[in-house]
């Protein structure tokens, strides 16, 4: 068990859990899995394909005929760690094919490896197939190779991530992934809502909905309306946050803009019969009105307090989850401590930090007057010294209290769990270590809070 902070990078996904072994004599495919929950729901569609062809799917390069590596392309660092993760599926199994964000940029990648197989973009689906099957002939076996109704899931069966669009329409100065995923490309909502239904009948409890901007469902499709039961429903996040929260599963909602009609949804969330979590992911990314300016971010600080304090009034249990950037260029120590202010004031629940990184590609790399990295270092740690005392203030509070709870792990020590407060992977965890040897992952249970940390709550079933 432990008390360390929540991840700090929440763009990232959970490690990719990998289950059957492939039977006897059956092609295998390998897959690494980088990036961001996004690129996860890629590489489970990537391998539903694959494995209703007939393939089987490996844990290791060693047991593959061949292995997929799934790429980000967010920052340099991440890019970096694409091309080692390239590098050590080929020294490990020498047959490699990459997709995913970094395979927008072909000639960056094959500068480096030139023996990889192929290199396609992000959900670039049938192009990855077609080099599959260039690579290892599919040899299907119809009486064992049969597709579970579920498909294939990279994440616990218990929870998993609905993505409702791809691409954005922003235009924010430090990020690429516009021109790698394209404009805002939104799902029809009952092709959304079929496969939430369907999740939730295959033993899914919780339903995280991701895209680049959840807010913005829709727009593109200037919200059509789609047969839905027995009437209609609208492709926008209203509409479609109130369908999923009739499903019977806790619904979590990520990168979410905080547009007006974002305000629409708090009494949905404020309402117990509506599955839809008290919980908001908003990547606020600063407070200064000039940084956000030279971001080009779509929002203001102050009046993003009103917003909240909006929130509050309607539902005064929602959790608030954010993300920043410090060391922005430009970024000065008065602009900085306007920063610090506005978290003393919005005490967000969970927050996240990155220090700013140029990338290649970005418009904020040409910005004058880059801070220094030992500068953005120190703001950094002082900014999460003031997220820490926040969220421990916050956790505090709760001793005593009463939760739901969702299980998410058993060991020899404790069950982990998660309060509705809390997304899986990116924040904390809730642990009992009494009487939870009849727990199971995926169980919903009451307990009380005994004990708080900085990130992390201790309790035990609630007689």
């Known amino acids: 068990m432990s008390t360390n902070p929540p991840e700090l990078r929440p763009d990232l996904a959970p490690r990719a859990r990998i289950g059957d072994a492939p039977r006897p004599g059956q092609p295998t495919i390998g897959m690494v899995s980088l990036g961001c929950p996004k690129a996860l729901v890629d590489s489970e569609r990537i391998l539903t394909r694959l494995r209703a062809e007939g393939y089987g799917i490996s844990p290791d390069y060693s047991g593959a005929d061949a292995v997929i590596v799934n790429t980000c392309g967010f920052l340099d660092s991440a890019k970096a760690e694409s091309l080692e993760a390239i590098g050590e599926a080929l020294t490990e199994n020498g047959r490699v094919i990459v997709t995913g964000c970094l395979g927008a940029e072909p000639e960056y990648i094959t500068g480096t490896h030139p023996k990889v197989l192929a290199v396609t973009g992000p959900h670039q689906y049938e192009q990855v197939l077609d080099a599959v099957h260039s690579a290892v002939p599919p040899d299907p076996n119809p009486f064992v190779d049969l597709l579970p109704a579920s498909g294939v899931s990279l994440t616990p069966r218990h929870y998993s991530y609905l993505k409702i669009s791809e691409g954005c329409n922003h235009k924010c100065k430090f990020c690429i992934i516009p021109d790698m995923r394209g404009r805002l490309m939104s799902r029809p909502a009952h092709a959304v809502l079929r496969e939430a239904e369907k999740l939730v009948e295959s033993g899914v409890r919780e339903l995280l909905v991701i895209s680049q901007d959840t807010s913005a469902y829709g727009l593109d499709r200037k919200y059509d309306t789609n047969p839905w039961k027995d009437g209609e429903v609208r492709s926008h996040i209203l509409d479609l946050s109130r369908e999923l929260g009739q499903l019977g599963a806790w619904v979590r909602l990520h990168y979410v803009y905080p547009y007006p009609h974002v305000r629409d949804l708090i009494p949905l969330m404020a309402d117990p019969s509506n599955g839809l979590l008290p919980y908001l992911d908003i990547p606020f990314q600063h407070a200064h009105p000039d940084v956000l300016k030279r971001m080009a971010r779509p929002a203001a600080g102050s009046k993003t307090l009103d917003e909240i304090a909006a929130w509050r009034d309607i539902c005064p249990d929602i959790t608030l989850r954010s993300t920043f950037i410090v060391g922005y260029p430009g970024e000065t120590e008065s602009e900085f401590r306007t920063l610090l202010d506005w978290m003393d004031e919005a005490r967000l629940d969970r927050v996240g930090c990155f220090k700013y990184e140029n990338v290649d590609g970005a418009r904020s790399n040409d910005l004058p007057d880059h801070v220094p990295e ?90």
């Open 374 to 463: 030992e500068v953005k270092q120190e703001r950094w740690d002082r900014f999460m010294e003031k997220a820490q005392a926040i969220s421990e203030a916050k956790l505090q509070a709760k001793v005593g209290q009463q939760l739901q709870v969702i299980v998410d792990e058993i060991d020899d020590e404790a069950a982990t769990c998660r309060s509705w407060a809390d997304a899986p992977e990116i924040d904390g965890n809730l642990f009992i270590d009494e009487g939870f040897e009849n727990l199971k992952p995926g169980d919903l249970v009451t307990v009380t809070v005994d004990e708080a940390s900085d990130y992390d709550l201790w309790g035990r079933l609630a007689s």
